[in-house]
């Protein structure tokens, strides 16, 4: 049986990713947290949302210094690896062609196995922007990555990295989207909808907010859902978008899962969309 149950086709990719994702950022140090309970828990914690359907995992070289890598390296192990999309980035302090390089094939040893998506996870104002694409489409050549993209771009950074651009091109871009924070609405996300691209949304539950809130938890009654999952299964409804919520807590990772396997109706997703605005 299939670890993917709600997914969505994406062009760029020619192929099918989890409608949510689960997002690193914590998960291996990288900050104090009160909650820390050493590597075995998060590896417990990724392994149940992979197997909740969760199967795109978004991670970092910068985060925990690389140790958040081999988390999710040791998470991943014994899961068909074709229904996984592992999604690293490179810190613009090594967005130099051979550092890209090293730092691409640094991470996919750490997760001990190569590279969905790899992303230039901030623009490098002193290194030119070809330089950087020129060092992905050779990793593609070199099946460490099987595509690439960019992180925390807008659109005419977008358009300056694609027109370096001879053999592969941009897949997908990883912006900061939410409910909250909805300024790629008007741009970044109709220019990568329009261009058939991936769009990761990250910090989507705003850390939690939303789970107390009245609004979408009177919504989710309806659906048997909590205000989390209705938050979630909002940006499920939308077009080449995918959320990427990051959860330490086992009970967290099965909530979020569960803003999959259904939708909201368009009455309810406007709704939502009306009230945030
Ligand atoms: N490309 C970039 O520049 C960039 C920047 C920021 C983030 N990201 C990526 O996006 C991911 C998500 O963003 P984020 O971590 O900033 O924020 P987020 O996913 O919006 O929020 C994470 C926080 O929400 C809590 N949480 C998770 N599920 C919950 C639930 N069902 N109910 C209540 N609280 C819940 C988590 O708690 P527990 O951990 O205790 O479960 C954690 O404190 C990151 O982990 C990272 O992978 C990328």
């Known amino acids: 049986m299939s670890l993917m149950r709600d997914t969505k086709y994406i062009k760029s990719i020619n192929g099918k990713v989890s409608a949510i994702g689960m997002g690193t950022w914590g998960i291996g140090g990288g900050y104090w947290s009160p ?33 958040t890598e081999e988390i999710v390296g040791r998470s991943i192990k ?16 090594h967005a130099r062609y051979d550092d890209v390089l090293r730092s691409a094939r640094a991470s996919a040893n750490r997760l001990g196995t190569y590279i969905d998506l790899y992303l230039l996870h ?5 290194v030119p922007i070809c330089e950087t694409m020129r060092a992905m489409e050779r990793l593609v050549d070199d099946g460490v990555i099987r595509f690439f993209g960019l992180s925390n771009f807008d659109v005419n950074g977008i358009e300056e ?22 300024v790629d609405e008007s ?5 990568v909808q329009r261009n058939g ?3 990761l949304a ?39 978008l995918v959320p990427i919520p990051k959860a330490g807590r086992v009970e967290h990772v099965r909530e979020n ?3 999959m396997g259904w939708r909201l109706s368009r009455d309810d997703w406007e709704l939502i969309s009306n009230h945030f605005h």
Not at 161 to 182: G, M, P
Request: proline residues 5%.
């Open 35 to 67: 909650d820390y309970s050493g590597d075995d828990e998060w590896v417990r914690v990724l392994r149940e949302g992979i197997g909740l359907g969760m199967t795109l995992i978004d991670t970092a070289e910068m985060y925990g210094g690389g140790h």
């Open 78 to 93: 014994g899961f068909p690896r074709e229904e996984l999309f592992i999604v690293s980035k490179v810190w613009p302090n």
């Open 122 to 126: 901030w623009p490098a104002p002193e």
């Open 161 to 182: 990295a694609r027109s370096c651009l001879s053999k592969y091109d941009v897949a997908a871009v990883e912006n900061r989207y939410s409910l909250l924070h909805r």
């Open 187 to 191: 741009s970044v996300i109709p220019y």
């Open 197 to 199: 691209m991936l769009y």
């Open 202 to 240: 990250y910090t989507p539950i705003e850390k939690g907010a939303f789970s107390n809130n009245e609004f979408l938890m009177g919504i989710g009654k309806k659906y048997g859902k909590t205000a989390i999952q209705v938050v979630l299964n909002w940006y499920v409804g939308i077009d080449n």
């Open 257 to 259: 899962a569960g803003a």
